[in-house]
């Protein structure tokens, strides 16, 4: 996966002017869009779509401090007008274009990624891989922003506007791995943006015939191979630094890659304040 991410970079930095096919590019290193943007991003920080633009930006300072039309340029980096290039220009480097044909800067330049996978081996990663039939998550939706680090307000919210009893309800219905109240990520963006929207289930697992009450949310699950994370700390920094290691670590080591489908998390102990938990962490694979 390292020498993928870094024939990416690659042909990014020959294509900075040409429309780049990111589907056909996976396909030609035997992978999928989808789990090459997902590392991407894990990896670099950034999503794929981002870095391609800080570095066509990055790039575009050299036309500006030369004698070609503004147009020409803001065409040449893929953009219908002027307005758009400035736009585009003005996010990565705080500017505009006509600032730095005046002054020269202030300039915020993207560095030419590269790869490389570090091993350490202080710590080794309780997994195992399920192959499951398919089944049902049922429970109760909302559509709230992606938050990478610390504890999502907006899931919690949604969380507490569910009547107590509504827990119970829902626990009882649990008939399918992964047991328990689950908490599930649907429609995630594959670059895994910051602040792009997804949909959070507060909900549990049911066997695919299950009749569904009324007035709960349904995500189908397609049968399909599962690798599942063992994961014991503190809640929730302990499982967002184990999904962050199944990028650096977990993926480049294993002949498995991620598909199209929710992640969940079912939380298996949990201390009175949820300080701490023991969790799983629930990521549909496909052999690479």
């Known amino acids: 996966m390292i020498a993928n991410l870094n024939r990416v970079v690659d042909v990014v930095e020959s294509q900075l002017t040409d429309d780049i096919d990111i589907a056909d590019l996976a396909r030609s290193l035997g992978t999928t869009e989808y789990h090459l943007r997902r590392m991407f991003s894990s990896l670099a920080g950034m999503p794929l779509s981002e870095y391609v633009r800080r570095r066509r930006m990055t790039v575009a300072v050299g036309d500006l401090l030369g004698d070609d039309d503004l147009l020409d340029i803001a065409v040449r980096y893929g953009y219908g007008s002027t307005e758009a290039f400035g736009r585009a220009f003005r996010a990565v480097h705080g500017v505009g274009p006509a600032d730095v044909r005046r002054d020269g ?25 399920a192959d499951r039939p398919a089944f049902r998550l049922v429970g109760h939706a909302a559509r709230v922003p992606l938050i990478h680090q610390g504890i999502n307000p907006h899931i919690q919210a949604h969380i507490a506007g569910l009547p107590v009893e509504e827990h119970a309800r829902l626990k009882g219905l649990s008939s399918a791995e992964p047991a328990g109240l689950l908490q599930v990520s649907a429609d995630v963006d594959p670059d895994y943006t910051e602040g792009s929207e997804l949909t959070y289930l507060h909900g549990v697992a049911v066997t695919a015939d299950t009749d569904i009450p009324a007035g709960l949310d349904v995500i189908e699950v397609p049968a399909g191979a ?43 102990e949990r201390s009175p304040d949820f300080a701490t938990a023991t969790c799983e962490l629930w990521l549909p694979v496909e052999r690479a």
């Open 105 to 129: 800067g202030p300039l915020r330049t993207q560095p030419q990624l590269r790869f490389r996978l570090t091993v350490e081996g202080t710590a080794s990663m309780d997994t195992r891989i």
């Open 226 to 268: 599962w690798a599942v994370f063992r994961v014991e700390g503190d809640y929730p920094v302990a499982l967002q630094e184990t999904w962050a290691a199944t990028a650096s670590e977990w993926f480049p080591s294993n002949p498995w890659r991620l598909r199209p489908g929710p992640s969940i998390v079912a939380v298996l």
